[in-house]
């Protein structure tokens, strides 16, 4: 059956935009999953502490890519409900978005201030527990820092600094905690702004669909 140039115009803008979708959806989980990754190697010395925008956007990444999926099952095989439960993921979707980017605005200073206290009880540790000597030596040496705040942090645990702060006769002078929030914070920052971008793209793509839904319905129902 020919397609009239409307129905042309908005099946290749439904291609189009789903193309997008997908595209964000592995952005999505390449980011989280990269967070989450870093993060997770020092498990240990940072308590666990974890960032909930890095879990969630894998969560919504697979969320989009199934409704990528979805969305182009019902354009090679339109049912009625079929794209009602894409419309359905996709709205999910977009509230899952704006509300973990909030969120995660909100308790960002909360992380940092974790990371820290963290990272000084690690300091404290560093010569009782293998785990800690082992996680904060990668820590340091990855990141070219020494101690929480600063190398002076092993000085006041009454310890020497140990090999992993010291370049040649130097000590790092940057503090860790904040060289891994600073290195966190660039992708909570694009996954932030990512997600009220393509929120916002997303809502008017599911006003269009909503109303090309109805528009659909209406015409069914005038030929019978």
């Not at 020092?42 to 989009?64: E, S």
């Not at 905690?177 to 793509?205: E, P």
């Amino acid at each position: 059956m020919d397609l009239t140039l409307s129905q042309q115009f908005w099946t290749k803008l439904f291609i189009l935009l789903n193309c997008l979708f997908g595209l964000f959806g592995i952005v999505l989980l390449g980011l989280g999953i990269k967070g989450y990754d870093i993060l997770n190697k020092f498990n240990i010395i940072l308590q666990g502490t974890m960032p909930i925008i890095f879990p969630i956007a894998i969560f919504i990444g697979c969320l989009l890519l199934l409704s990528t999926l979805i969305g182009f099952i019902g354009l090679w095989k339109p049912k009625q409900f079929i794209v009602i439960m894409h419309i359905a993921i996709i709205f999910i979707v977009v509230l899952s978005e704006i509300c973990i980017a909030s969120i995660t605005i909100s308790s960002i200073d909360q992380f940092h201030s974790t990371v820290n206290s963290s990272l000084l009880q690690a300091v404290k540790r560093f010569y009782s527990n293998h785990q800690y000597e082992e996680q904060m030596d990668r820590l340091q040496s990855r990141f070219r820092c020494c101690g929480a705040m600063s190398y002076m942090d092993y000085d006041k645990a009454n310890s020497i600094p140990p090999f992993s702060c010291i370049v040649g006769y130097l000590v790092y002078s940057r503090g860790c905690s904040k060289a891994i929030n600073n290195h966190i914070q660039r992708y909570i920052i694009v996954l932030i702004v990512l997600c009220y971008v393509f929120a916002f793209i997303k809502i008017i793509y599911v006003f269009i669909s909503v109303y090309l839904l109805k528009r659909s319905y209406y015409k069914k129902n005038s030929l019978i």
